[in-house]
């Protein structure tokens, strides 16, 4: 059998534990368990990443990477403040409907890392990060559009995210989508409004 390198396995590993955790569940997601899900020897898993808790800030790291990334790539560059702020609330949501698992294993093991201290820094550099990219379109949209913030960047997508978290988790324990994008709507205006913009409701892209 040929020799497969740590840095080739990392991926694999990384692959297969959010594979067997979106199925069955952080509390699933064993070595072992994980082990067997890609095939290899329980050693494999260890000797690529060190411990349990080590694969888990990957896989963290991993879906936190993968849904900034889809954000930004659909958030046009053209376009007013206002709209802006729209296209992102909407391209987030997008994720939410299309991607529910994967948003749904984030949260699991954001309560799981609170009762885990060796992955508290995980969940601190998971939030730092999404807060970050966050702050950085609302600052980026405003120095393009020439919008004079009313609050600081960061203040606003403090708001906006404490608003899309507790909207994702409704999303995903009693769906009602036309509630759900009201509110979303509602959430982007008071961002909006926040930043010292018109206070009225602001118009979502077609399709959130």
């Not at 948003?103 to 009762?115: C, D, I, W």
């Not at 969940?123 to 970050?132: D, K």
Request: glycine fraction near 6%.
């Amino acid at each position: 059998m040929a020799h497969v390198s740590a840095a080739e396995r990392r991926p694999q590993l990384i692959n297969a534990a959010i594979d067997l955790m979106t199925r069955e569940g952080v509390a699933a997601g064993s070595t072992r368990a994980i082990a067997a899900e890609l095939g290899v020897a329980q050693a494999t898993v260890h000797y690529t990443f060190g411990t349990k808790e080590d694969l888990y800030r990957a896989v963290m790291e991993q879906l936190t990477h993968d849904l900034i990334e889809q954000v930004e790539r659909a958030v046009p560059e053209g376009t007013g403040f206002e709209e802006t702020v729209a296209a992102l609330a909407s391209a987030l949501w997008r994720t939410l409907r299309e991607q529910p698992t994967s948003h749904q294993l984030l949260t699991e093991l954001s309560m799981f890392a609170l009762r885990t201290p060796r992955l508290r820094e995980a969940l601190e550099g998971h939030y730092r990060e999404v807060m970050g990219v966050t702050t950085k379109l609302v600052a980026e949209a405003a120095e393009r559009t020439g919008h004079q913030l009313a609050q600081s960047a960061e203040t606003i997508a403090r708001l906006f995210l404490a608003g899309f978290d507790g909207l994702s988790v409704q999303h995903l324990s009693l769906r009602d989508e036309e509630a759900e994008l009201d509110c979303l709507q509602a959430l982007v205006s008071a961002a909006v409004a926040l930043a010292g913009g018109r206070l009225e409701l602001v118009a979502l892209p077609d399709g959130p």
